[in-house]
């Protein structure tokens, strides 16, 4: 079994930067990709990143640019650093792991990011 906790959301400014961070519990050295997703308000929960075992990353193009994602193996975590906020980046960010290639095994409880105009 694999839990994940996320943490370092909080209230930042236009402009401002957070980082993430998604600490794999258990069995995470069986987790094959790591995923960030976002809720926004009112919207449906949409993926903004992933990276694999390997280290091979995808963004969702509305995200390019701005956000980074990055795993620390050793640590069994993946962190997601998002810079240039802006106001619409507000909501829920949760991250999964997969096992293979059959979708997210795995969710954590979600960290709400908000960013003020």
């Known amino acids: 079994q694999v839990q994940l906790v996320e943490s370092g959301g909080g209230l930042v400014q236009t402009g401002g930067s957070l980082r993430l961070s998604c600490a794999a519990l258990?069995?995470?050295?069986?987790?094959?990709?790591m995923g960030w997703f976002r809720q926004a308000p009112g919207k449906e929960r949409e993926a903004v990143a992933d990276i694999t075992w390997s280290g091979r990353i995808s963004y969702a193009d509305s995200v390019k640019g701005r956000f980074t994602i990055s795993r620390d193996n050793a640590k069994n975590t993946v962190y997601l650093q998002i810079d240039s906020l802006k106001p619409e980046d507000t909501g829920v960010y949760s991250c999964?792991?997969?096992?293979?290639?059959?979708?997210?095994?795995?969710w954590g409880q979600g960290t709400q990011g908000t960013v003020s105009s």
């Open positions: 258990g069995r995470a050295s069986r987790l094959q990709v």
């Open positions: 999964a792991g997969a096992l293979g290639g059959g979708g997210y095994d795995y």
